[in-house]
């Protein structure tokens, strides 16, 4: 990794797959045919993409059955869990609604209301992700969303990887289908035969997906498109050389085009690192994705003190922070940008990204600046409630047709007035 | 107005003005021109568009001084009243950080941060809209968003409306900037010598200026693009029939594609609501406007009984909805989906757009299904905190280790193990 010094114009290089023209035409047909053709036009895309010849899109319980065989003890335990915590945390952070009263009769309120419906894009492909299913199910169903569908695409052989299938089931998601790819945003977004439409699409997938998601927007609401992920360490002298070199490699496994950056005060720690994370990667399975990675997007920051580190910090936004120095919670207070934030030598990103119970997907790209990690909130909607009192109209009828006359709007002021004659 | 019979197909007309390919070239060009060549961009498109020639971008302390002497006491006594009412309800939004432990030492959290900096967009032209001032500000500034700026199309005569002026003033908003359209929005988004850039972008504009939200978003955040506004009136046979076609009006006077939709079991009322509009509109001095709106967008629906007008009210999703019933209260619990609801018959929309409190930004075109009045939350974001204690760490570790390797992410394993050995 590359050690540079710290001045005011540092930028990390991040880099958003936006897709080519091309790319957009071809989503934008594929919606189409689906708007058009429904069903017809799934199976006819899931023929030509994914190599499979469906019978019947919808998941069968025989299936998951199946699944089941194929999963070991361990696994399960594992992912029973990791579902455990992250439904302790999320119920957390539901909401209640609300309201207040004044003497003069008047009533105000924020009612909450989950989303009718929610569907869920789980990408398929060489490996399975069951951690993404986990993390976009259980915050719709803490928020109480009745209708939550899940959708993949299938293997040549028609079928979902099992763990997927376990894990549907182990959430209690029972509405599955196997579509992926453009049309299957496009069958959540306007409907087919057999797959109702959703109020709301989340879940991570392929430029193709994220186009189409982009191109439905607006019809239904989306999750954010996330970019590649990135992690910043920011570590003082005595932090654990081996630990963050781990950490630094376990985002630069995800994605050539993830992000790994040091933020330190210390030289001795940033060479020494950066050596540890040289040796760490030979032994690594995917050392070529690791190795790209931070060949373009890895940096080592020196900065002359912790303030200035912070200073980087917050300039960054970056979606994981590692804090490992010697006092991290002190430091929280100051951190305004980050999608997460990883408290002292245990606290490594996996811990969250599987376990701890907090969300995973979370805000790329600098946008922790003005977005969060995905939550309750994201699947429930707001509702103001206004229950005015006659005393409170004759009150304030005449300030309130004011301004409606200020604003040129004399029919508001006449509505308001037409309840004040003869009172 | 129209009446029809509900049958289960029924839909309203609503119409977005999504703009045109030409217009979409026009804030791409505006855009550019303002990122390369920031304020002489500025005062060149406030020359060429709003024909007022500016020495100074910013409006300066005697511009606001002299904004006073032209309100009278009337208009700043409403003026303060809305803004300290508008103030009670958002100060209610506001959420805390939260954080919860285990007895085995992990601490997870949820940190609420205000955004850095907001920009408020504030349309020029005919009529000033000081209750759009207060709605977006409000919120920010209840949230603690340090930085909010304004930005506003000066008259021809350099000047802005001095009732915009003081309502600024009244709120506290100091940063104001005489430009607008798509070249104010440029400058929030990318910065220029004189308007720092901001984090999120929110307030109504013309077609232009919702075409460089669009194309800005993802730089920063913005609120969502509004449609035209819409009302829903549910009503059974007992409901006043002036008041509903007064209410009715409020909306079609807005503009010529907004949309007035009464619900009723009652044929005998919806003829008389029908009668009703007809007067009360030959008086109105938007009586065109109006006019327009209702042949086009307004509607009557006969149900059959209660429960049907609900039905169609949440197939609607109304921005507003009226519930002029006799038990309005019993009803809330079945609105699935409505951006804000007034109960009873005092409960005017106006009372809601510029008095009582809540917000009059709200989710139009249908987006009640999954969007929320503009509110505190809207200016805050949220940070995960994770940190994991070592006895966490040994107990859960190979649960941890063996979901990253289900996912094939060795590095995550190996970050996890790392720190377990010799444990």
């Not at 699944?67 to 335990?77: K, N, P």
């Not at 300030?399 to 509505?415: M, P, Y």
Request: charged share 25%; proline share 4%.
């Amino acid at each position: 990794m590359k050690i540079v010094q710290y001045d005011a114009d540092i930028s990390i290089k991040r880099d958003l797959d936006s897709g080519t023209e091309e790319q957009g035409k071809v989503v934008t047909e594929i919606i189409g045919k689906v708007r058009q053709e429904g069903d017809a036009a799934l199976t006819y895309f899931t023929e030509k993409f994914d190599r499979a010849v469906l019978e019947d899109l919808k998941v069968q319980e025989e299936e998951v059955k199946q699944a089941y065989t194929e999963i070991d003890e361990e696994t399960l335990d594992a992912l029973r869990a990791a579902i455990e915590n992250i439904r302790d945390f999320h119920q957390r952070q539901t909401t209640q609604s609300w309201f207040t009263t004044k003497a003069d009769g008047t009533m105000l309120g924020q009612k909450i209301t989950p989303l009718d419906s929610a569907g869920l894009y789980v990408p398929g492909g060489k490996a399975a992700y069951p951690s993404s299913i986990m993390m976009n199910v259980i915050p719709a169903q803490v928020a109480g969303v009745e209708r939550i569908v899940m959708v993949s695409p299938p293997q040549p052989n028609g079928q979902l990887e099992p763990v997927v299938l376990v894990t549907a089931h182990e959430l209690g998601v029972e509405e599955i289908y196997k579509v992926g790819g453009a049309q299957a945003i496009a069958a959540l977004a306007y409907g087919t035969e057999t797959i109702p439409k959703v109020d709301k699409i989340t879940g991570p997938g392929n430029i193709f997906v994220a186009l189409a998601k982009r191109e439905v927007f607006g019809e239904v609401d989306i999750d954010m498109i996330a970019g590649p992920s990135e992690i910043v360490v920011l570590a003082d002298e005595q932090a654990n050389i081996a630990y963050i070199a781990a950490d630094l490699l376990s985002q630069a496994e995800h994605d050539e085009l993830a992000s790994s950056v040091l933020v330190t005060e210390s030289q001795v720690l940033a060479e020494a690192v950066a050596k540890e994370v040289q040796k760490q990667l030979e032994t690594l399975p995917r050392k070529e994705i690791a190795q790209a990675s931070l060949e373009q997007y890895g940096q080592i920051i020196v900065t002359t003190n912790l303030e200035e580190s912070i200073k980087v910090v917050n300039e960054l936004a970056p979606e994981h922070l590692e804090i490992l120095t010697k006092e991290p919670l002190n430091i929280v207070g100051k951190i305004r940008h980050a999608g997460a934030i990883f408290l002292g030598e245990y606290s490594s990103e996996p811990v969250g990204d599987y376990f701890a119970g907090t969300n995973h997907i979370l805000p790329t790209n600098g946008t922790a600046r003005f977005s969060s990690p995905l939550s309750v909130d994201d699947f429930t909607k707001k509702t103001s409630i206004i229950s005015y009192s006659e005393k409170a109209l004759v009150e304030n009828g005449s300030k309130i047709a004011t301004i409606a006359r200020l604003e040129g709007l004399e029919a508001h002021a006449r509505a308001i007035e037409i309840r004040l004659e003869e009172k």
